[in-house]
C-alpha cells in the first residue's frame, strides 16, 4: 500500500507570492493534520482535518489556510509568502480523529526568496 | 501549551555501543510516538507508545506516562543509526508536540 503522498518536494517562490501544498493520506485514514518544520527544529502543529472539517489549528497567522477533500486529500495554502515561512511542511495522516498513531509523508521544501 | 524535553540533544556514539535518549512532557497526554527523521526530511515511525513497553529489533522503547516520561533504547548502535530522533506526544485531536530531537552521530 501506498504511504503518504505530498507534492511538489521542492518549491522556490519570492516574498508576496502564494503557494498550494497537497497532500494524500494512506488509503482509508480520514483525518490529516499539516506541520511546519524549520531548520534545527522539531515540526510545529498548523492545521487537522477530518472528515472535510477542520478540528483543530496551531499558532499560525491568517495567511495559513486549508482544506480536506471527499476523496480525504488536503491542500494546504499560505498567502503572501514571508522569508520565514522558508520550512519543510509535512503532512500526516490517522485512521481516526484522534488517540491514533500518525504516519508522515516525505514533505515538500519551501524556499522563500 | 505542552512542553516536551528531549535529551541529550547531541550524542556521538561508538559502532555497537548502546544508548537512551529520554524524553519528558509537561502534562497528560493521549498518544507518545518516537520518530526517526532521515536526511532527506522524512519521519519514519519507530514507535506509538502511550504507555508500557515495546521492542523493535535493536531499538526498544518504555513510556511511564504517570511520571511524564518516554524512553528509547538503541543497543548495538550502527551507523545507519545515525539521525535525528524525534519524541511526539499527543493532545487534543490529532495534535502533537514535538521536541527539539536528540541528534545521534555513530562512528565506524
Known amino acids: 500500500d501506498a504511504g503518504v503522498t505530498q507534492s511538489p518536494t521542492h518549491l522556490i517562490k519570492t516574498r508576496g507570492q502564494h503557494v498550494t501544498l497537497r497532500c494524500s493520506p494512506i488509503?482509508?485514514?480520514?483525518?490529516v493534520s499539516w506541520y511546519q518544520q524549520v531548520l534545527g527544529q522539531g515540526p510545529q502543529f498548523i492545521f487537522q482535518?477530518?472528515?472535510?472539517?477542520?478540528?483543530g489549528r496551531g499558532n499560525f497567522p491568517d495567511r495559513f489556510s486549508a482544506r480536506q477533500f471527499p476523496n480525504y486529500s488536503s491542500e494546504l495554502n499560505v498567502n503572501a509568502l514571508l522569508l520565514g515561512d522558508s520550512a519543510l511542511y509535512l503532512c500526516a495522516s490517522s485512521a481516526r480523529d484522534s488517540y491514533n498513531e500518525q504516519f508522515f509523508g516525505p514533505g515538500t521544501r519551501l524556499t522563500v526568496l | 501549551g505542552i512542553q516536551v524535553e528531549q535529551s541529550p540533544p547531541d550524542l556521538i556514539l561508538q559502532e555497537g555501543a548502546n544508548s537512551t535518549l529520554r524524553c519528558n512532557f509537561s502534562d497528560s497526554v493521549n498518544n507518545l510516538q518516537w520518530f526517526h527523521q532521515n536526511p532527506w526530511g522524512q519521519l519514519i515511525n519507530l514507535f506509538y507508545?502511550?504507555?508500557g513497553t515495546k521492542q523493535n529489533g535493536r531499538l526498544s522503547a518504555t513510556t511511564v506516562a504517570t511520571e511524564r516520561y518516554s524512553l528509547l533504547y538503541i543497543s548495538s548502535s550502527q551507523t545507519t543509526d545515525s539521525g535525528v530522533y524525534f519524541c511526539?506526544?499527543?493532545?487534543?485531536?490529532?495534535?502533537?508536540?514535538f521536541g527539539k530531537g536528540n541528534q545521534v552521530v555513530v562512528i565506524p
Open positions: 482535518y477530518y472528515e472535510k472539517e477542520e478540528r
Open positions: 511526539a506526544v499527543g493532545y487534543g485531536n490529532n495534535r502533537l508536540a
Open positions: 488509503s482509508g485514514h480520514k483525518s
Open positions: 507508545i502511550p504507555s
